[in-house]
C-alpha cells in the first residue's frame, strides 16, 4: 500500500497540485473539519459509492488517525483504483480545515 504524510498532502496542496482527497471518517467526525476539497464518503458507503469514483484518477484516503482509511485503500486497490494511505489521519494534519 502506497503511504503519503499528512505534512506531503499538505505541501501538494500549497503547490496547487490538482489531488483527489476521500474522507472516510463518519458524519460526527467530519464536522470538525475536512481538509479542503475532500469528498466525504463513509467507509461502510465506500462498496456503494465505486460508480462515483474514476479510476483513471488516483485518490488520497483520509480518516481520524488512519486505520480506517488503510482498510479502504486495501478494498478501493482490490477494485483497481490506485490509491494511497494518508498516514496519521486528520489527528496529523496541521494545515487548513474547512467545515463540511
Known amino acids: 500500500m502506497k503511504n503519503i504524510t499528512a505534512k506531503q498532502l499538505e505541501e501538494k496542496l500549497e ?3 490538482k489531488v ?3 474522507d472516510v471518517r463518519e458524519d460526527d467526525e ?3 473539519g475536512m481538509i479542503p476539497g475532500a469528498k466525504h464518503i463513509r467507509l461502510g ?3 456503494n459509492s465505486l460508480s462515483n469514483l474514476n479510476k483513471n484518477e ?3 484516503i483520509v480518516c481520524h488517525a ?3 482509511s488503510a482498510m479502504a485503500c486495501e478494498f478501493l486497490v482490490e477494485q483497481g483504483f490506485d490509491v494511497t494511505n ?3 489521519g486528520m489527528m496529523a494534519w496541521q494545515g487548513d480545515i474547512v467545515e463540511p
Do not use: A, F, S
Request: glycine content about 20%; charged content about 20%.
Open 66 to 68: 488512519g486505520g480506517r
Open 20 to 22: 483527489n482527497i476521500i
Open 30 to 32: 467530519v464536522v470538525q
Open 86 to 88: 494518508m498516514l496519521g
Open 15 to 17: 503547490r496547487g497540485e
Open 45 to 47: 458507503d465506500l462498496p
Open 58 to 60: 488516483h485518490y488520497y
